[in-house]
Nanobody, 119 residues
Framework: QVQLVESGGGLVRPGGSLRLSCAASGNIFSINTMGWYRQAPGKQRELVAT???????NYADSVKGRFTISRDNAKNTVYLQMNSLEPEDTAVYYC?????????????WGQGTQVTVSS
């Protein structure tokens, strides 16, 4: 099992910035992928950004150039720096951790943190 604890959400004005953090603990494999997904009211959960333990990143087109994902493998922590926030970024942001052993992939979710972009 892997436990994920998120922090850093809140209320910010359009154009502002926030930084989310997600710390993983438990039975963590050395090779894994951590990332962020978000879910706005009435919409499906969608990918925001992911980062492998080797440093390969992937971003949704809607956040490219504004958001940056990074991680500290020694701390098993992933970060999401969000700049130039827009009202459309308002959502609950969920941390995700995935790791594979053999043919089985294990996925875990955090409890979610609210990000609200409003004037």
């Amino acid at each position: 099992q892997v436990q994920l604890v998120e922090s850093g959400g809140g209320l910010v004005r359009p154009g502002g910035s926030l930084r989310l953090s997600c710390a993983a603990s438990g039975n963590i494999f050395s090779i894994n992928t951590m990332g962020w997904y978000r879910q706005a009211p009435g919409k499906q959960r969608e990918l925001v950004a992911t980062c492998t333990s080797g440093g390969t990143t992937n971003y949704a087109d809607s956040v490219k150039g504004r958001f940056t994902i990074s991680r500290d493998n020694a701390k098993n922590t992933v970060y999401l720096q969000m700049n130039s926030l827009e009202p459309e970024d308002t959502a609950v942001y969920y941390c995700n951790h995935q790791q594979t052993r053999g043919v089985v992939t294990y996925g875990y979710w955090g409890q979610g943190t609210q990000v609200t972009v409003s004037s």
